[in-house]
């Protein structure tokens, strides 16, 4: 005799219909805009006005302290949005309404950032200007966060089980193709290398580059938003659930001995995604300090990861499909080694002449496109093929996007912390940097490991 968690799982399962193709992209859009976001400001933007507005001394410690308080907002935002959705009731659905509400405000605070470069060229750079900083990342993770949770239960809410390989490859793809648009975008845009003069008048052009590109990020995330609220179109499920506070609070208790492969996955996303972090946080800096490029932005957003898309393409494209078949393990098997070659490349490299390390830097990106193409491409799947069997899709998938938040505090803290610390204690960035990407192995080595735990996805 079924439960009355395993009525409800089978009532929504018995409810989902098959999705076409069109409608797997559908679905998926806002995570282009989403990662085009975030990619940009993350690996490119902000690094840049850090290190421009406060001084490349201290630009390993500077980028923690405007990026962290932010990031733990949002690890808090992403399960209580998610939860809240699951009771929503609406014309629109339960998902829609938050991401309408969210990119509304994501909309706003882009261009406060927009306008935050003037104030800068007319004022001292001293460290209340940081908390200005701070300030706006906290409300911008706050406002983008709304919407990334709920919709981030949009699979598990409309795709049976047996599509939700293909679509977490169409997600994997959006995702991919989000984040080589943002670091395109953000390097066509803004202009930083190694030793930037810091002059008048740089400042004036440099506060002219983020500027326009603010307005442009924040005209694709309206665009996107837009285009998935207007296509995409919420069917509520038949069950209902009753709202209790007590019981409402009581969701968010990992229940990690009833149900343990949702919470190895978590685990797995957590490593991970901290080894990437760690990477791609400093990505720009090790452009500037160990190849000594004095066009990082330009060369990161225009070799390095066209590279990347390449490479990813093939098994985003192909790993969501296959692990329908195969099994989702396989991928992150292949996900954790070739992100382990490609630290093992960033270390050569940060030991060669500078012209050779340039190429070792590039042969690499194609090492780190494979995995992440692998990884994306069955991320999302993975998680929903264990969800526990309640319709709580909001709450769980909630929990599961801050398990890819969270990573961007530990990664920009411990690499900032490592960075910071090693140079200031006389080591060449060559070997900080080394030391970072050998961090960076343990993480995907562990990331691995868990996977295997999981029992009941192969």
């Known amino acids: 005799m079924a439960s009355a968690d395993q009525s409800i799982q089978l ?30 400001l993350l690996n490119v933007v902000i690094p840049a006005q850090v290190a421009v507005y406060f001084g ?27 939860s809240i959705s699951d009771y929503v009731r609406t014309r629109l659905g339960r998902r829609r309404p938050f991401m309408i509400a969210g990119a509304v405000m994501n909309v706003i605070i882009l261009l406060c950032f927009a306008l935050v470069g003037q104030t800068f060229i007319q004022t001292p750079f001293t460290h209340p200007s940081i908390v200005v900083m701070a300030l706006l990342f906290v409300l911008l993770q706050f406002s983008n966060n709304i919407s990334n949770a709920p919709w981030s239960a949009i699979i598990a809410d409309q795709v049976p089980k047996q599509q939700r390989g293909a679509a977490s490859g169409w997600y994997g793809l959006m995702t991919l193709l989000g984040t080589i648009a943002g670091f395109v975008v953000a390097g066509a845009i803004v202009s930083y290398g190694n030793n930037q003069q810091v002059t008048s008048a740089y400042l004036q052009t440099f506060a002219h580059e983020t500027f326009v590109f603010y307005v442009t990020l924040a005209a694709v995330q309206a ?71 004095s066009t990082a932005s330009s060369d990161v957003s225009f070799k390095f990861f066209p590279i990347v898309l390449g490479t990813s ?10 692990s329908d078949k195969f099994g989702r393990k396989i991928m992150v098997y292949l996900s954790g080694a070739m992100m382990t070659v490609t630290c093992i ?41 264990v969800l526990p069997p309640v319709d709580q899709y909001g709450k769980d998938m909630g929990i599961w996007t801050a398990m890819g938040i969270i990573p961007q505090v530990i990664g920009a803290v411990l690499g900032g912390a490592i960075l910071f610390f090693l140079q200031n204690s006389g080591l060449t960035p060559n070997i900080s940097y080394s030391i970072l990407f050998s961090v960076s192995v343990i993480l995907f080595a562990l990331g691995t490991w868990f996977v295997a735990k999981i029992k009941g996805a192969r």
Do not use: C
């Open 56 to 82: 490349a001394a201290h630009k390993d410690l500077n980028l923690p302290l405007v990026v962290v308080w932010g990031t733990l907002v949002a690890f808090a935002v992403n399960p209580l949005t998610g």
């Open 223 to 293: 665009f996107f938003v837009s285009l998935t609220v207007i296509s995409v179109h919420e069917t509520l499920p038949q069950t209902v659930i009753p709202f209790r506070a007590k019981e409402f609070w009581s969701r968010f208790k990992l229940e990690t001995k009833k149900y343990p492969d949702f919470t190895w996955v978590l685990i797995t996303r957590l490593m991970v995604m901290t080894g990437i972090w760690s990477i791609n946080t400093f990505l720009l800096y090790y452009f500037t300090d160990v190849l000594k490029d």
């Open 11 to 40: 009532n929504s399962e018995a409810a989902v219909q098959r999705i076409s193709v069109w409608g797997q992209i559908k679905i998926n859009l806002f995570w282009f805009a989403n990662n085009f976001h975030w990619i940009a």
């Open 313 to 322: 393409l093939i098994t985003t494209m192909l790993g969501g499909a296959l």
């Open 345 to 385: 490349m960033f270390i050569v490299a940060s030991n060669l002449s500078v012209s050779v390390a340039f190429g070792a830097a590039l042969a690499a990106a194609g090492f780190f496109g494979l995995g992440y193409g692998a990884y994306t491409s069955v991320d999302w799947a993975l998680a929903t093929d």
